[in-house]
């Protein structure tokens, strides 16, 4: 059974920072692209960052970069989002998904888990 838990979210004031974890199983990370999304009330799902060793690529989305950084431990079988400076436009859900194959270097998610609020606050 594929399964993904993220955790580390929480309320942070801006400017401050967050890590964000993905504990995967199921699956063989080697053979995937790993990556966040997030989704805030109202508003479309948007791509955070995409990680592909198989295409040696890595996704930032713009508003994103130099602030977050993805990364993996492929022998723990987790995922990592360390999420600098936010900002109270970073508040959604973030979601930790796997993507058998990448578009541009962004995934297309097969499987993701149920998400980790962050809010940060003004």
């Known amino acids: 059974e594929v399964k993904l838990v993220e955790s580390g979210g929480g309320l942070v004031q801006a400017g401050g920072s967050l890590r964000l974890s993905c504990a995967t199983s199921g699956f063989n990370l080697d053979d995937y692209a790993i990556g966040w999304f997030r989704q805030a009330p109202g508003k479309e799902r948007e791509e955070v960052s995409c990680?592909?060793?198989?295409?040696?690529?890595?996704y930032y989305a713009d508003f994103v970069k130099g602030r977050f950084t993805i990364s993996s431990d492929n022998t723990n079988n987790t995922v990592s989002l360390q999420m600098n400076s936010l900002e109270p436009e970073d508040t959604a859900v973030y979601y930790c998904?796997?993507?058998?194959?990448?578009?541009?270097?962004?995934?297309?998610?097969?499987?993701w888990g149920q998400g980790t609020q962050v809010t940060v606050s003004s």
């Open positions: 990680s592909s060793s198989g295409h040696g690529s890595k």
């Open positions: 998904g796997a993507s058998s194959t990448v578009n541009g270097a962004r995934c297309l998610y097969n499987f």
